[in-house]
C-alpha cells in the first residue's frame, strides 16, 4: 500500500533543495528514510524522477509516494524484557549484560531487537521498516537503561536530542587504580585503533570528538580499585572504555581494554574469586533522562546495579566498613 502526497513549491518562495522542502514538508519520515524514497524514483517533479539535490525555484508540483512499512529482517522473538516504562511512542527496556542490541554477523538471533519485535504489537515504522527505532546502543556486556523508539517521528525527536547533547546518561563502573583528584573530565577524540581494526581508541587520526565526565564515589585503596560515576557527554563506540583504559584506569573485567593480569594480581582471595567470575566488564548504564518527544515533558529512569555487578560492590563495601 502507497501513501501519495502532494505540495505545491509556491512562487516568491526562496530557492531550496528538494531535499530539505520534503524534509520540512514531511517531518514525520527521517532524513534517511526521505532520501530512500527519493533515490527509489518515487518522488515526482512534474511527472519526472527527481533528485534530492534539485534546487527548487517556483511553481513546482511534487508528488511523493511513501510505501507502507515493510516486515524487518530481523525475527520476532519471545526473549524476556525488564521494561521500566512504555507507551504508544516509545520504550524503555532494562538490558542485562550478554544481550546484543541489534543482529549482526554472528548474532542473527537472540538481540533485543528480536526480543521487542515480539513484545511490540503497535510498530508504527522507522525508515520504511516495521521494526523498533534503536537511538543508542550499550556494548553487549554492559548492562542498564535503554530507549527504543515506535515510530519515525519519536525516532528523529530523539536522535535529534543526542546529537546536540542534551541526553543525560550516567554509568556506574568499577575500575583498576585510583585516581588521583575526586573528578574530572576526559575530552579525547575516539576512532577507529590504527593497528587493532577492532578496537577503539584516542589515538585515531580519524577520530571524533569524545568527552566523558567522572567523579570517584568510593575508593578501595586496599585492593587499588574505585567506584566511579561517569557521565557522557558525547556516545562514541567504547567511549568509557576507551577513556579509561588510556588513563591507567581499565574497567574491571573488560576482556578488550583491560587486563587479566589485574584481576589476578587482587590480593584478596574472595575478591579475586568475585572479580574472576564476573565474565564481563563492570560498567553499568545506571540513568537514562531525556524531553518525551511527543508530551514535552522531562523523563528519568534508573537501573539498579545488576547482582554480579552488585555482588562485588557489595562485597568492597562491607569490607571497608570494618
Avoid at 577513556?243 to 591507567?248: A, L, P, R, T
Wanted: net charge positive; charged share 25%.
Amino acid at each position: 500500500m502507497v501513501k501519495t502526497h502532494q505540495f505545491l513549491f509556491e512562487f516568491g518562495r526562496a530557492p531550496e533543495r528538494l531535499d530539505r522542502f520534503l524534509a520540512d514538508s514531511l517531518p514525520d519520515h527521517s532524513r534517511s528514510a526521505l532520501k530512500k524514497i527519493i533515490d527509489d524514483g518515487r518522488v515526482l517533479l512534474q511527472g519526472v524522477p527527481a533528485k534530492a539535490s534539485l534546487k527548487l525555484k517556483g511553481g513546482e508540483q511534487i508528488e511523493v509516494a511513501v510505501p507502507a512499512a515493510i516486515p524487518a529482517e530481523a525475527v520476532p522473538q519471545e526473549i524476556p524484557l525488564n521494561i521500566l516504562y512504555e507507551d504508544r511512542h516509545l520504550i524503555i527496556v532494562d538490558k542485562p549484560a550478554g544481550l546484543v542490541v541489534h543482529p549482526a554477523p554472528g548474532h542473527r538471533a537472540g538481540t533485543l531487537v528480536n526480543a521487542l519485535l515480539h513484545h511490540c504489537q503497535d510498530l508504527a515504522g522507522i525508515g520504511g521498516e516495521l521494526r523498533p527505532g534503536i537511538v543508542h546502543r550499550l556494548d553487549k556486556d554492559t548492562s542498564g537503561v535503554m530507549v527504543a523508539t515506535k515510530d519515525d517521528a519519536t525516532h528523529q525527536h530523539l536522535a535529534a536530542q543526542f546529537k546536540v547533547h542534551s541526553i543525560t546518561r550516567r554509568y556506574l563502573a568499577l575500575v583498576h587504580g585510583t585516581p588521583e583528584t575526586k573528578a574530572g573530565t576526559v575530552d579525547a577524540p575516539i576512532g577507529r585503533h590504527p593497528v587493532q581494526r577492532k578496537k577503539m581508541s584516542a589515538n585515531s587520526r580519524s577520530g571524533r570528538r569524545a568527552v566523558t565526565h567522572w567523579r570517584v564515589l568510593r575508593r578501595y585503596e586496599q585492593d587499588r580499585l574505585s567506584l566511579v560515576e561517569l557521565t557522557l557527554e558525547t556516545g562514541r563506540t567504547h567511549q568509557i572504555r576507551v577513556h579509561f583504559s588510556e588513563m591507567g584506569l581499565p574497567i574491571v573485567g573488560d576482556p578488550v581494554y583491560g587486563s587479566s593480569g589485574r584481576a589476578k594480581a587482587l590480593a584478596d582471595p574472595d575478591l579475586r574469586r568475585k572479580v574472576q567470575q564476573l565474565h564481563r566488564q563492570a560498567l553499568h548504564a545506571r540513568l537514562l533522562g531525556f524531553i518525551h518527544p511527543q508530551s514535552g515533558q522531562y523523563m528519568e529512569f534508573e537501573s539498579p546495579l545488576p547482582a554480579d555487578f552488585n555482588e562485588i560492590i557489595g562485597y568492597l563495601d562491607e569490607k571497608y566498613r570494618q
